[in-house]
DNA sequence: TATGAAAAATCTAGGTG
DNA sequence: CACCTAGATTTTTCATA
């Protein structure tokens, strides 16, 4: 990884479909040689995945939360985490050090979907105490990476 | 937005630089007819962007925390907007209804690091009064759409 | 890493239901 | 309007230096 891979990186988070041969202009370097860096850094494990971004809003999701979850007992984890990767609406969920055991980012189409995805989806699983929602006004910044 | 155009943005979740030809077979439709449906969704603003997801372990950013911030004043927000927006350690920055005023997502690369951002760049933002660190453990999913 | 030929993918035009 | 086919153009891949 040199500061070329980097360079490399920074285009294809501005857009990862970038032809090579633009990317090869900008980084001054043939386009086979843009390509072999790249197929080297997904190689490795550095590129894990291309991506698309969806503007949620258009399609109706217009409801952002955060959701902390406590989980009972030890042996409700291990279904707890397999429901979380399943559920569409959790986008991230993340094991945290502190008060609570979860946090989970959710979408929803508004208030009444959320309350429906607290009561029907998350209260229902087993395990599943204390949770504790808050509520996204707006997002200044949203990213995937640095 | 019908079925055929949800089987494209699938296509393009799981691997955003697929190319045509490879979902053309797979939608059972001509490559100008699914290329024309992908423009047809950058232009209305339901595609937003292209990304490449980096594995920040892979780039020695071993820590992610949340962080909720209270800012003082009103007038201290928009500054506060700006430097969050800047400052690449910060992947997310969502404004709350609740206790805090805002919550961000942050990578570092251990502890100390966490130590510094939080005192060198986050307390030193004027208008920042009480912060609230919680560290992730590990991530069961982290995903940016549906 | 570069070059250039071959292969693949994309774009464009013109036409159909 | 969404789709197709076919030819032109661009991009990518691959062999070689």
Redesign the interface.
């Known amino acids: 990884?040199d500061s070329t891979d980097k360079k490399i990186?920074y285009l294809?988070?501005q857009?990862?479909?970038m032809p090579l041969t633009e990317m090869s202009k900008i980084i001054h370097l043939s386009v086979p040689a843009v390509s072999e860096r790249i197929r080297k850094m997904e190689e490795?494990?550095?590129?894990?995945?291309?991506?698309?971004?969806?503007?949620?809003d258009?399609?109706n999701?217009k409801l952002?939360a955060?959701i902390f979850v406590n989980i009972e007992t030890t042996k409700d984890i291990e279904p707890f985490?397999e429901t979380?990767?399943m559920l569409?609406?959790?986008?991230?969920?993340?094991?945290?050090?502190?008060e609570?055991d979860?946090?989970l980012k959710v979408?929803c189409l508004d208030t009444q979907d959320l309350e429906q995805f607290i009561s029907s989806e998350l209260k229902s699983i087993h395990g599943v105490q204390k949770t504790n929602t808050?509520?996204?006004?707006?997002?200044?910044?949203?990213?995937?990476?640095?």
């Open positions: 990884m990186l294809l988070k857009n990862a479909r490795s494990g550095i590129i894990t995945k291309y991506e698309v971004r969806i503007d949620r258009k399609l999701y952002l955060f985490r979380m990767a569409p609406a959790v986008l991230e969920c993340h094991h945290l050090a502190g609570y979860y946090l979408v808050i509520i996204t006004l707006s997002s200044i910044k949203e990213e995937i990476n640095q």
